[in-house]
């Protein structure tokens, strides 16, 4: 069962995805709050597994809630859930560590996606968020790590970092490589050191820079 705390300041959006959520098998809202500050004590109270997270909040908005959570509570997963598909948003919510932007006009179906994927140690980006980032690093692909100072993946730890990137659970990519998931295990934290980059976001932050994905 997900534990998801949903954090939104709008009473009727509340309503709607708790609706849509609570209809889902293996999920469960453990609670709402109506800002990122009410977020912050709930969070510690009821310890979700996921927090499906707005932006433009009152009192304290995502970006400052996703940062506190991130430092107090690390294993907890943060989705955005936000109206906004501006680049800057996007980019500072991923810097923060969140584990996912996904936008509000996403089918339901997508949503649970979202946030299975997200529990599951990947990253989820909605196609509209996706093509706003993939814009972006192309814009600064010159600036990114040529191919000579590159940090030395080996190809298989290339394969898994895309198969992270692109969203894959450790599990996923166990079967899919047909490994065990302590190898994957392994081969992510390999991955980290060489890059120094601690975050899933980070990881395919990367990836999409130097042409991984």
Request: charged residues 25%; proline residues 2%.
């Amino acid at each position: 069962m997900i534990r998801v705390l949903l954090v939104d300041d709008h009473p009727l959006v509340l309503d709607g995805i708790n609706a849509c959520l609570s209809s889902q098998e293996g999920i469960e809202v453990v609670g709402q709050a109506n800002n990122g500050l009410e977020a912050l004590e709930l969070a510690e109270a009821l310890t979700p597994d996921v927090v499906l997270m707005d932006v433009s909040m009152p009192v304290m908005n995502g970006l400052e809630a996703t940062k506190e959570l991130k430092i107090r509570f690390p294993d907890f997963r943060v989705l955005i859930l936000s109206m906004h598909e501006n680049r800057e948003y996007i980019l500072q919510l991923i810097q923060s560590g969140a584990a996912g932007y996904v936008l509000k006009d996403v089918s339901s179906e997508e949503l649970v996606k979202a946030i299975e994927v997200v529990h599951q140690g990947g990253t989820y980006f909605s196609s509209r968020a996706s093509e706003t980032l993939v814009k972006h690093f192309d814009s600064g692909r010159r600036h990114s790590v040529t191919d000579d100072s590159r940090p030395n993946l080996t190809k298989r730890e290339e394969t898994v970092l895309k198969l992270l990137a692109e969203g894959g659970s450790n599990k996923d990519i166990a079967r899919e490589l047909d490994i065990s998931v302590r190898t994957v295990e392994t081969h992510r934290q390999n991955i980290k050191q060489k890059l120094n980059i601690q975050t899933a976001a980070g990881l395919a932050k990367y990836a999409i820079e130097n042409d991984i994905v």
